[in-house]
C-alpha cells in the first residue's frame, strides 16, 4: 500500500515538474510578430528563336551565371537566307555599276553638246549657221538632260532597295544571335521544360530560374503591427530546425504592402483568417537551409532567442 501511494506521488511530481519545464520554456521563447512562407525571385526562360534545338543540356539543380550559354537553335534556314540576301546585294550593285557607267556616258555627250552649242553660236552671230541648227542642238541637249534625270532617278530606286535588302540582313543576323541561348541571370535551375532535338518557337518556355542565394520570406502583420516597421528595417527570421530548435537569420524588410487584404488560408486558422493584414516581404540571405514553400518567422524587435 505504501508503495503504491510512492509511486503515486512520485509520478505526480514528475508531471508537475514536466508542466513547469513546458512553461518556462514557453516563456523563454519569444513570439513570432509574423508568419509567412519563403519565396524566390523566378524568372521563365523563353526562346527567342524558331527551329530545333541542336544543344540543350542543362539539368535541374545547374547553377548559372549571367551571361553563360546554355544551347542555341539550329540556324541553317537563316544561313540560306542570309546567302540569298547577299547574292541579291551582289545583283543590285551591278545595276547601279550599270546605271552610274550608263550616267557617265550622258554626261560626256552632254558635254560635247555643250562645247558644240558655244561654237554655234559663234558661227550663228556670224552668219554661218541657220537658227533651226541652235534649235536641233538646244533641243538634244533637253534630251540628254532627262535621260540623265531619268538614270538618277533608277539609281535612287536602285539604292533604296539595297537598303532594304541590309535592314533584312541585320534582321537575319539578329536572329541568328537570337538562336543562341544565353542565361539572363544568375540562378539555379528549378524546372526543365524542353530537351534537346525538341522544336522551338518564340515565347516559348524552356527553364525555371530562380535566385536561392537570395530568398524572400513573404509574412504578413495587421494593422497595429504597421507602426512597428519600416522599409529597410532588420529583423530576426526563424525556420524550424531538427528537434524543435529554431534556426535564426537576419533579414531586411524590402516591401510592405499599402492595401490590406484577408489573411491568406496557409497561414491562420479560418477564424483569424476573417481578419485583414497587410503584406510584407522580408530579403533573407540564404546559407542553403531556405528551400521555396518553407514556413517562416519574423521577429521585430531584438529577436534574440534565449
Not at 540560306?80 to 540576301?85: C, V
Request: neutral net charge.
Amino acid at each position: 500500500m505504501k508503495r503504491i501511494k510512492f509511486r503515486t506521488i512520485l509520478l505526480s511530481g514528475l508531471i508537475i515538474i514536466s508542466i513547469f519545464l513546458t512553461i518556462s520554456c514557453t516563456q523563454n521563447e519569444q513570439e513570432a510578430d509574423a508568419y509567412g512562407n519563403f519565396e524566390a525571385h523566378e524568372i521563365i526562360v523563353p526562346s527567342q528563336a524558331t527551329g530545333i534545338l541542336n544543344s540543350f543540356t542543362l539539368k535541374e539543380g545547374d547553377m548559372l551565371k549571367v551571361g553563360e550559354m546554355v544551347g542555341w537553335v539550329d540556324t541553317t534556314r537563316l544561313f540560306l537566307q542570309k546567302k540569298q540576301l547577299f547574292a541579291q546585294i551582289n545583283t543590285i550593285n551591278s545595276k547601279y555599276s550599270g546605271s552610274r557607267a550608263e550616267i557617265n556616258v550622258l554626261e560626256a555627250e552632254k558635254s560635247n553638246l555643250i562645247r558644240e552649242k558655244k561654237r554655234f553660236e559663234k558661227l550663228l552671230a556670224d552668219g554661218a549657221v541657220t537658227s533651226k541648227q541652235m534649235d536641233d542642238i538646244n533641243g538634244n541637249l533637253n534630251v540628254l538632260n532627262k535621260k540623265i534625270d531619268a538614270v538618277r532617278i533608277q539609281l535612287n530606286g536602285i539604292l533604296a532597295e539595297k537598303n532594304v535588302i541590309t535592314v533584312n540582313i541585320d534582321l537575319v543576323n539578329d536572329q541568328i544571335v537570337k538562336s543562341i541561348i544565353l542565361n539572363p541571370e544568375s540562378g539555379t535551375v528549378l524546372e526543365k521544360y524542353l530537351e534537346q532535338y525538341e522544336i522551338v518557337v518564340p515565347g516559348k518556355a524552356l527553364y525555371k530560374l530562380a535566385d536561392l542565394d537570395n530568398m524572400i520570406l513573404k509574412a504578413y502583420i495587421s494593422e497595429p503591427q504597421l507602426s512597428e516597421i519600416e522599409l529597410l528595417q532588420k529583423v530576426n527570421v526563424l525556420i524550424d530546425g531538427i528537434n524543435e530548435e529554431k534556426i535564426m537569420f537576419e533579414g531586411i524588410v524590402s516591401w510592405i504592402s499599402s492595401e490590406a487584404e484577408f489573411t491568406p488560408k496557409i497561414i491562420q486558422t479560418r477564424e483569424e483568417r476573417v481578419n485583414l493584414v497587410y503584406a510584407i516581404k522580408v530579403r533573407v540571405k540564404n546559407d542553403g537551409r531556405i528551400k521555396i514553400g518553407m514556413p517562416g518567422e519574423v521577429i521585430f524587435k531584438n529577436g534574440i532567442m534565449e
